[in-house]
């Protein structure tokens, strides 16, 4: 399935609501980065719309069809950054850790690897369900900082098991501004204020120079034009990305054969029948079987689960509200039998032909359960 890469730059400001409802005394906060269904939805709504296909959805048992004949089979979401004066950004990994050195302004980036498998022996003490527990790789107790993204040139490394430089970081804020906003809800029957729902909330706006640059697996995206995109249906332009940006991100993640040991990086959300443990790998002993690869889950940096709902238009209902693994939280494994190379597949469609129901995997589409591979020492020191 061919990758359709866009810039998608919203016209004024994007408000990208997280999950939170509105009620008396509470501030509507943005989610950054968006959910990816947020740009799956605007971009196939606009295909379906361009096709005269949108009438088409009447029933909710025709919908996958509809979508197949419009999109081709394997459409869906399957990659999602920002993009800077040629450079793309993808947040820091929960495994790699930004602290400031004391009284300077210099910043470091620090490691989270997993440990000795009998910590014991240094007087520590442990109850991890895996076999390494995981350690902070600094000499001196700092505070970590916030709000980071990480430049392709950096990813490259941290794939490759080393550290990245910190020139490859950069601060949220030199990519976009939270603009708070006051508000006025409308009475749905009349078209009219209504009396007392006065609200805030955040919205963003992009810094000069800054787009979103999502990549879509389908032939018949829309490539220029218009998109409602975010929350109050804002304006958003969509226009083909430069090829010798995107070149360098066709393989980015892709695992390589002959690793004795790897890393599993959540780059969106992933949708779990587990909770926190990936599909196919077994609760108890946590063995991951598949396509002729064993491996065993070795340790996990998982943060706090999100819940991801939406709007589904056809049955103009909320969308059920799932508990998901946050993008950024990373898995180590250790290979017992087999090639690496053998992930291939997992790469290409995300964690969701290995033992997802039907109503989870309907977010395939929306790009959520995208993974990347890098490498990973798993000899222990």
């Known amino acids: 399935m061919k990758t359709t890469w866009l810039h998608i730059d919203p016209i004024d400001i994007f408000i990208p609501r997280g999950n939170r409802l509105f009620g008396g005394g509470v501030h509507g906060k943005v989610a950054m980065p968006p959910w990816p269904s947020l740009f799956s939805g605007a971009l196939i709504s606009r295909a379906l719309a361009d096709a005269g296909r949108l009438g088409d959805l009447d029933q909710p048992e025709k919908v996958e069809m509809v979508l197949e004949q419009v999109l081709g089979p394997n459409y869906g979401l399957a990659w999602l950054g920002l993009e800077a004066k040629g450079k793309t950004y993808l947040p820091l990994p929960a495994d790699l850790i930004v602290v400031s050195e004391t009284g300077t302004d210099k910043k470091r980036l620090c490691r989270i690897r997993p440990g000795p498998t009998n910590l014991s022996l240094y007087g520590i003490a442990s109850s991890n369900l895996l076999g390494r527990p995981l350690v902070f790789e600094y000499l001196y107790r700092q505070k970590p900082i916030s709000g980071f993204w990480m430049e392709r040139k950096g990813w490259k490394d941290y794939l490759a098991d080393l550290l990245p430089e910190t020139d490859t970081l950069i601060s949220d804020k030199e990519l976009w501004q939270v603009d708070p906003r006051l508000g006025i809800a409308l009475d749905r029957g009349s078209r009219t204020v209504a009396e007392g729902d006065i609200y805030t909330t955040d919205t963003l706006t992009l810094n000069k120079g800054v787009t979103f640059l999502v990549g879509f697996n389908s032939s018949s995206i829309p490539t220029e034009g218009l998109i409602r995109l975010g929350g109050d249906g804002r304006g958003a332009k969509i226009t083909l990305a430069d090829p010798s940006v995107t070149n360098e991100l066709q393989e980015m993640g892709k695992p390589q054969g002959g690793w004795s040991g790897f890393r599993m990086i959540l780059i969106t ?15 108890e002993s946590f063995i991951w079987k598949i396509n002729g690869l064993v491996a065993k889950c070795e340790a996990a940096l998982v943060s706090r689960p999100e819940v991801i709902s939406g709007w589904d238009l056809v049955r103009e209902s909320p969308k059920p509200a799932f508990k998901m693994v946050p993008a950024g939280s990373v898995y180590w494994f250790s290979v017992v039998e087999g090639d690496t190379a053998s992930l291939v597949s997992v790469w290409e469609k ?16 929306e790009g959520f359960g995208r993974v990347w591979f890098g490498a990973w020492n798993n000899k222990e020191v």
């Open 269 to 283: 959300p992933g949708l779990f029948p587990e909770g926190w443990i990936p599909p196919g790998v077994d609760p």
């Open 350 to 365: 995300g964690l969701w032909e290995i033992g997802c129901n039907q109503e989870y995997k309907a977010r395939q589409r």
